[in-house]
């Protein structure tokens, strides 16, 4: 069966989600060793401004500009409005080139080899729900449940899917909840109509296990840890991150935190870009 890793990437004029993802192709090889392919509406710029055989495939889809906006953060006290282009996850199993399939976005950043067991193991998607904020100073509820008094909160930040009948089902019913998306913003009490890839991932597995919680996907390896966008990543050498985390209560002030060996959701893309820039 072939496998590989699947990313994302739509550059908005904002950020630069290709330079992201080559950045990520790279450290998926050197800790998983497995082909990465990528898909966007850039490839002119994939193939002019960047060493393109990073990418097993380059599959091409069409460019739009996207309803969704939302603010970008930048540290506390800077962010830019832009669009938000997350609407392709959901046509992942049918892009995606491989039998098993790592899909990840963008600014998730690889810093071990945990992922290589998803390949070995028995279960046919796997994803994270719980999720450890790296400054451990802030409340969590807004990933614990979509809203105050809706259904659990998975992260579609990193999904490990094989081509099966039922993930087929599975998928096609993202499409549908995005298609219909005002209606399962009322069903399932979201505070929000902005479309969102983890609510509809959390929506289809509510539904798949029968409208209630239970075992149809099971657990990453590992631990989803992130930082938010308020936050900033200051500095990446191989495995050891360094960030400025934003003080509780106190806009504009930060303290250093530092991480080895661990794979981490980087929310704040700019600071992201700036460290990748650097390296």
Known sequence: MTKGALLIARNNGELDYVKQAV???KR????LNIPTSIITDSVDYIKESFDKTVFDEIIKVEYTNDLNTRNFYDGTMFYKTANFKNNYRINAYDLSPYDETLLLDTDYIISNDLFKSCFASSNDLQMFTKAHDVANIRDPREFIHLSEYSIDFYWATVVFFRKTPTNKIFFDLIKHIQENWYH?????QLNSTLFRNDFAFSIAIHIMNGFSSGD????????HLYTIDKDILWKLTDDKFIFLVEKKDYAGEYTAVSTEGQSIHVMNKFSLERVIDNE
Not at 184 to 188: D, H, Q, R
């Open 23 to 25: 950045f990520l192709a």
């Open 28 to 31: 998926i090889k050197k800790y």
């Open 184 to 188: 399962y913003v009322s069903v399932y």
């Open 216 to 223: 149809f996907v099971s657990p990453l390896p590992g631990k």
